[in-house]
């Protein structure tokens, strides 16, 4: 499967909505961690899920421990606090290529941000090759695909909207 979320034969898919001050999100763990959080209406929506629904028991009633730190560690950012996010088990599924540039995007610090050249000189690629992997980031939010800008800092590319990802800055007054 090439989804975020292949859980083992016979595995769990929990699933959950949460409401941000950006919009609804659905939230999607399975045994192994947190898989998916997703505006709803955003681009690459609950990719995988569906074949994951098909293989595994699903269980929408968010009781799933992953599914509870994920919702407190949102809370936590959208009340302007700095949670870690060691404190959410995350089942980051993708190609190598793109789960090396998830974890490069998990060590931008709060605050701060990076552009799409700076990446791709850290992953030693191109720029549009990183573009598309940050692009098909199944966990918004949590891996701060939010902090990646264009070249000279220009606000481009987020699968929850421009908007969106201005208001994420914004709250880490990082934009203005």
């Known amino acids: ?87 959410v088990p995350l089942a980051l599924r993708g190609t190598a290529f793109q789960r090396r540039v998830w974890g490069v995007l998990l060590a931008i610090p709060y605050g701060e941000t990076r552009t799409y050249g700076e990446l791709a000189a850290v992953l030693c690629s191109s720029p549009r090759a990183v573009g598309a992997a940050v692009g098909k980031n199944p966990v918004s939010v949590i891996v701060p695909c939010h902090r990646v800008l264009g070249a000279g800092g220009s606000l481009t590319g987020y699968a929850g909207g421009l908007e969106r990802k201005q208001a994420l800055l914004a709250l880490e007054d990082t934009w203005t």
């Open 1 to 87: 499967m090439t989804g975020p979320l292949a859980p083992q034969k016979g595995g769990r898919v929990f699933t959950c909505d949460y409401e941000s001050p950006l919009g609804r999100m659905l939230l999607a763990a399975d045994d192994a961690g947190l898989a998916g959080a997703w505006f709803y209406g955003q681009r690459y929506f609950a990719f995988g899920l569906e074949d994951a629904e098909k293989s595994a028991e699903t269980d929408a009633s968010a009781d799933s421990p992953v599914l509870f730190a994920a919702r407190r560690w949102l809370d936590a950012y959208f009340a302007g606090g700095r949670p870690s996010v060691t404190d």
